[in-house]
């Protein structure tokens, strides 16, 4: 019988091929291993996913030989392959492209070696894959010496004159500028003008300051029982037949308690400190551990705290790295040399070795599911991973996703709690609603800086404190309308509003003078104090002012006119990030003001602006989601929501829930030490549950009440949901897949059954995106099994029953509703 692999390859199917083992291979094909295999006349990348000898019903001339081998040592350890085919099968996701999150680059050696053996003649395709080089990157600086005038000229001359005046730089970047700067420097080395030197490049930002090692602090009670039965459960699952993967034997008789939990503590309770327990306990047994954070580059703080305490053998896995550093990390932890990845949402596939724990901090965060390609949710997925690999699970938040809480009710997680701030002194802030219906517009003349916030920041100025305040809008203004005819501008690609950003202007006065005629100003709004400077601003690239589009890359001018009516009067209106920072430090001349938010936070950006305001360099931030995630900014005294109900009212059933977490997350900055804290959240709904609870500090009494919203109105964690997503350039077919697919869903043996429930056709909320428009099928049930059914049903439909101009994703357990 022949020896036969099963190979996925790069391609949008959700099977597996088969290919011979040639003979000269048999030893060394294994699973997860990549080869290269010949898939309709192009060589194609694909990864191994079981290997047998077995007869096959398929016509053993049409079986090809497998080209070549890549990796000598599979690229995918058995735990991450049957994981990562799990997920696959979970999402009604094509294999290949699983499979794809999880692979490294291909190192020159091995396309080196690929040559060798003939393989690489131009049919190759790589699949996307990248290519990594060695680690080494090539440095030339000036020496002392002194040429003899006149005896260097053209690019000789001005890269050695660079060098002089710039110090040391990388070759590469020279011959950016200078396309023959290699040989040149060749030259100049062998005059003794130049010394060249190849090492390592410079280590990523997480690691440039030395991090001394810190003390661990003495637990307090709660802390240690938590801690304490997560190293129960780190015992039990290293205990005997522990440590192999369950799934195969899930009913060996095994007294361990639970294995996942549900770490829910107050903001500044010291979850931080019970994770660096854990991965202590962890590693002392000899595994490796995982930590999901939201996002890495907001979270230097943590990956700090983490250096401190473990030393560099640390794998930081963020979207700044180059391509050499992530391989780097990558194979360091495939070979067993370091034992701890921290990284977002796509470090649940580094592979770890033997893992042993995952972490994952602010489990609630929306950041944790993948809007594009395959929608996994690196939370949900933690567990199934850790599940199947005999690790330990603990999820950690201050506000727990209604979907945990779901799952400790059920007796699948079990809760840890921490109810009070580690701090001795710091206790959480007291919290005060602004009535935005009783309250006008305080000095500042913007009807969203109310009298009372405007006091607080005085107060908080003149003790020499500091202030965030939290907005959810990017940009100078959300909207921009026509004053005759009230035509708002939307995208031409998007049915959304485009956002006036200012950009940059020292020199503009705060109210923003708007190009072409236009008069700014929200109505009702006095332009704040006039000739007060943008002042208290940062170092950001000037730009002019641009209408954008949030949700696809148009960016352009201001018109000089209303599209519809032809009139020059255009408003601004409403209030973004941009437009709150330059009023405020136009109102509060005195105060240094900066703003987080995507616009000015690059690479680097946001960790500076964070390291100013720790330092105290920054008295007022304004900004968007990213001030509310865990930083620990302690003399932060007053934290200050400019329109809590920007997020309440979106279609989406989660609106609440968001909300009520951006409230608690962004109050939790407040109040950290021994000063203590203040909120004053500003809204036009008081009585909204999310505000109230917020409001009161109480987290468990929100959760109750919406689990019970949400049984209410069938939603999850009541039901399950599948959404189908349909988009089309032409309207017409668009509509006319989904109604296809909403008919089908309907009439398969489920939808028949009333098992699912099938909720539209319908457009989606924003209609049209990036030229596209869009529909949705969305399909619910109480059980998995019949949703999983019916999806699979449809997804043969997909394959070959629908308008091939129409693109239908199908996403399950959809976050984004929009
Ligand atoms: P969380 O992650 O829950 O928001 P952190 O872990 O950031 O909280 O802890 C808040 C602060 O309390 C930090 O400055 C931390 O160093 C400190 N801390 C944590 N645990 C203790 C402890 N047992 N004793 C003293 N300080 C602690
Ligand atoms: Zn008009
Ligand atoms: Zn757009």
Redesign the pocket.
Known sequence: MPLLADVAVPVPLSQAFTYEVPAALAAEVRPGARVLCEFHRRKLLGVVLAVSERSTAIDPSRIKPLAALVDARPALPAELLSFLQELAAYYFAPIGEVLRLALPAIEREQVRALKAQGELDGVLDLGRAKQVGGRKVAYARATDAIEEPGTLRGQAAALLALLRANGEQPVARLEERHGNARSALKKLAERGLVALDEREPPRDPFFRLAEARDVP????AA?AEAAARIDAALAAAAAPGGGEPRAGAPHEPRHAGPSAFLLF?V???????VYLRAIKSCLDRGRGALVMVPEIALTPQLVARFRARFGDELAVLHSGLSDADRHAMWSSLHRGKVRVAIGARSALFAPVPDLGLILVDEEHDGSFKQEEGVRYHARDMALLRAHRAGAVCVLGSATPSIESVALVRRGKLAELRLPDR??REATLPEVAIVDLRRYGAGPSGDPLISLPLHRALEQTLAAKEQAILFLNRRGFAPSVVCGSCGTLTTCEACSVALTYHRGRRRDAPAGGAAPGGAAPGAPGAAPPPAGAPAAGLVDERPQGGRLRCHYCDYAGPLPERCAACGSRTLLLEGLGTERLEATIAASFPEARVARLDRDVAGKDRSQAILARMREGKIDILVGTQMVTK?H?LPNVTLVGVVNADAALGLPDFRAAERGFQLLVQVAGRAG?RDRPGRVLIQTRNPEHPAIAFAAAHDVPGFLDREIRDREEVGYPPATRLALLRIDAVDEGVGRGAAAKLAAHARTCPEGLARRVEVLGPSAAPIARLRGRYRFRVLLRARERGPLRGTLASLAGLMRDGLDRNARVIIDVDPVAML
């Not at 602090?217 to 307090?220: A, H, I, M």
């Not at 903001?267 to 400190?273: D, Q, Y």
Request: hydrophobic share 10%; aromatic share 0%; charged share 30%.
């Open positions: 602090p003495e637990l307090n802390q503590g903001t500044g309770s010291g979850k931080t400190e580690a701090h865990g620990d950290r």
